[in-house]
T-cell receptor, first 111, second 113 residues
Framework: GQSLEQPSEVTAVEGAIVQINCTYQTSGFYGLSWYQQHDGGAPTFLSYNALDGLEETGRFSSFLSRSDSYGYLLLQELQMKDSASYFCAVSPRDSSYKLIFGSGTRLLVRP | KAGVTQTPRYLIKTRGQQVTLSCSPISGHRSVSWYQQTPGQGLQFLFEYFSETQRNKGNFPGRFSGRQFSNSRSEMNVSTLELGDSALYLC????????????FGPGTRLTVL
């Protein structure tokens, strides 16, 4: 089967840097995506890694290492509004699934 | 550009009933995917429609079905509702490639009593 594991909860202080990890077991995929979801809201796209390495988009960066079956989302200069759930997801090859999501990480940013 | 819209936003049904949810994608997007989100199972893929044809399908029972119209709007139907069908149903639209970013709508919150 295919699965993605994330920590259930992470707490950090405003202004700090936090890393949310995603480890996966999947036979093959096109890329690793990250989504943010505030309580009661829709998931919004943050970042996508098709290749190994780091992708930077403003305060958010995402990293992928296919050899280590591992990726992470890095949030810098944390703001209170970053408190939300974060999901990693893969677009699997040779599968009838469009996207497979991780279990999600709830980030709490404290003053 | 207007985002993905879903109607209704909230719905309450009783066991055994059926329900139809609607999704209008971003203009120009021809792919519409549906997801179920619950606290216990997380975000799970239901199915994807592209150009009025089901292109991908997750592992849900046949009670869950969908369709897409020529204007790319999509509907999903759940028949013989069960308590466990209570969930947030999310629709996402994207371009034609499998790797295109998906943009999610606000969801329909379905409660089955």
């Amino acid at each position: 089967g295919q699965s993605l594991e994330q920590p259930s909860e992470v707490t950090a202080v405003e202004g700090a840097i936090v890393q949310i990890n995603c480890t996966y077991q999947t036979s093959g995929f096109y890329g690793l995506s990250w989504y943010q979801q505030h309580d009661g809201g829709a998931p919004t796209f943050l970042s996508y890694n098709a290749l190994d390495g780091l992708e930077e988009t403003g305060r958010f960066s995402s990293f992928l290492s296919r050899s280590d079956s591992y990726g992470y989302l890095l949030l810098q200069e944390l703001q209170m509004k970053d408190s939300a759930s974060y999901f990693c997801a893969v677009s699997p090859r040779d599968s009838s699934y469009k996207l497979i999501f991780g279990s999600g990480t709830r980030l709490l940013v404290r003053p | 550009k207007a985002g993905v819209t879903q109607t209704p936003r909230y719905l309450i049904k009783t066991r055994g009933q059926q329900v139809t949810l609607s999704c209008s994608p971003i203009s120009g997007h021809r792919s519409v995917s549906w997801y179920q989100q619950t606290p216990g199972q997380g975000l799970q893929f239901l199915f994807e429609y592209f150009s009025e044809t089901q292109r991908n399908k997750g592992n849900f029972p046949g009670r869950f079905s969908g369709r897409q119209f020529s204007n790319s709007r999509s509907e999903m139907n759940v028949s013989t509702l069960e308590l466990g069908d209570s969930a947030l149903y999310l629709c996402a639209s994207s371009g034609k490639l499998s790797t295109d970013t998906q943009y999610f709508g606000p969801g329909t919150r379905l409660t089955v009593l």
